[in-house]
């Protein structure tokens, strides 16, 4: 079975230690994933460091080069990595799967790319001339999650590359190989130390958090986990950039056309398969429209095949690992339990994999653990309600706020709500659609700091003011 290696340095590094990645579709084994020790982390932060001296002194056009090269090298790649990403991710490999996160990552690259950060001139009069620079911080480390392995590994490796920093990843032990096959490809068209990758065990996150030598961690996964990160980070006064978990509202308002919009709100709630941090996860919906919206979200469902991703009829596939799974039907079965109605869905198939039907529960109230939960799978709570302020607060009422949505027939009704949601992003009859320009985080507990566009870019460096 093959033996994947860290990259360090531009060279494989073997592990005397590995772990068996399977296929969540199958439970066959993938690949053999490196487990690296405190030596190895300090061997590629050392690797980075040395790199960055001439990274960081490289020009601009450089630096877009090696972004063209990265976005050249996704492309001429795509395939391949997108099978591997889907073996070992469960998505599949059409739809909004494997090949489409590719698509992303390439088109996330080249935008990134292109971007540019030039000297501001804060002044320039009689008394002198202030401009503001921006620079380089070192060596940035990357934690990615298991939802997005590819795309996201891209949103954290370009920007930093760009920006003139080296980097050392790490990528979620669920989900490692499809990463660990990026690095290496990219090691072909950049400098040897400038894109190092590590894999192993949860503990390797918390050794980068703390490490003397890596200056910026940027981590995207649960809010839990990124509190721990801000702590351990805290101890070397590392920059942090953090895009945690959503638990996302949408609020129906009572003009809407339950046919018109409920194709949008099943992509809302149900992209990869709902494993997403910015996908629509709660649902209120008015009195006088609830049952044509649930109706319409379960004609809408019945369409929708779900099934092995290398399947290429397959819309939907697995749930990813078994950690997972296990929440999902520990959430539905509660739901049952207090009162709420499975629509479709909710229940178990039997077989090998982590498989859960597209599930619409109806009846659903904040307080209940479906609702104030993120559940992070193919789940959609449909909540009931009277009077608009009700929806509002429910909306508001958790400590996260990544996304929200609006939905109405009168665009203007929908954004006056949309502006009242606590949230980094709200979408007007649409949820999780998400642009390479338009800068991405979230407020309350689900994060600090933005990714992408200018902005995004801006928080992998350091400013200088020069007087002269």
């Known amino acids: 079975m093959n033996l994947y290696e860290l990259i360090i340095g531009g060279e494989k590094v073997p592990t005397s230690e590995h772990i068996e990645i399977r296929d969540p579709a199958t439970r066959e084994v993938v690949g053999n994933c490196p487990v690296a020790t405190r030596e190895d982390l300090d061997r590629a932060v050392d690797a980075a460091r040395e790199a960055y001296k001439s990274w960081s002194q490289s020009s601009d056009e450089e630096r877009k080069s090696a972004v063209s090269r990265i976005a050249d090298t996704i492309h001429a790649n795509m395939e391949e990595l997108a099978e591997l990403l889907t073996r070992e991710q469960g998505k599949p490999l059409n739809g909004m799967g494997s090949r ?274 993120e559940q992070f799978g193919p789940v959609l709570p449909v909540i009931r309600y009277t009077d608009l302020e009700d929806a509002i607060e429910g909306a508001n009422g958790l400590d996260v706020g990544l996304g929200g949505s609006a939905w109405s027939s009168d665009i203007e009704k929908a954004k006056a709500v949309a502006a009242r949601l606590e949230c980094g992003t709200a979408w007007i009859n649409n949820h999780g659609a998400i642009k390479p320009f338009a800068p991405f985080g979230g407020v309350k507990g689900s994060g600090l700091g933005v990714e992408f566009g200018k902005l995004g870019l801006e928080e992998y460096t350091a400013i200088q003011v020069v007087h002269h």
């Open 100 to 373: 489409f996160e590719l698509h992303g990552a390439e088109a996330w690259a080249r935008h990134t790319g292109s971007l540019d950060l030039p000297v501001e001139v804060l002044s320039d009069d009689e008394t002198g001339r202030v401009e503001l620079h921006r620079k380089p911080l070192g060596v940035v480390g990357s934690i990615t999650p298991w939802n997005f392995p590819i795309l996201i590994a891209t949103w954290h490796i370009v920007p930093a590359i760009r920006t003139g920093n080296t980097v050392v990843i790490k990528p979620s032990p669920y989900t490692p190989l499809s990463t660990i096959r990026l690095v290496e490809l990219l090691n072909e068209v950049l400098p040897n130390g400038v894109l190092n990758v590590l894999a192993g065990r949860d503990e390797l996150g918390q050794m980068m958090t703390e490490h003397p030598h890596i200056q910026k961690i940027v981590f995207t996964g649960s809010c839990a986990t990124g509190k721990k990160v801000m702590q351990t980070a805290a101890g070397t006064l590392k920059r942090v950039t953090l895009e945690l978990g959503g638990n996302d509202a949408g609020i129906v308002l009572p003009d809407a056309d339950p046919k018109e919009i409920a194709e949008r709100l099943f992509w809302g709630a149900f992209i990869n398969n709902g494993q997403t941090c910015a996908a629509l996860k709660r649902l209120y919906v008015p009195d006088n429209i609830y049952e044509d919206v649930c109706e319409a979200l379960v004609d809408y469902a019945g369409q929708v095949c779900v099934g092995p991703g290398l399947d290429e009829s397959s819309i939907l596939g697995p749930i990813q690992n078994k950690m997972q799974y296990d929440k999902v039907v520990d959430l539905v079965e509660d739901a049952k339990r207090h009162g709420a109605r499975v629509l479709c869905g909710g229940e178990a198939p039997q077989g090998e994999g982590f498989f859960y039907p597209v599930t619409i529960v109806a009846d659903a109230t904040d307080g209940m653990r479906i609702v104030d939960e």
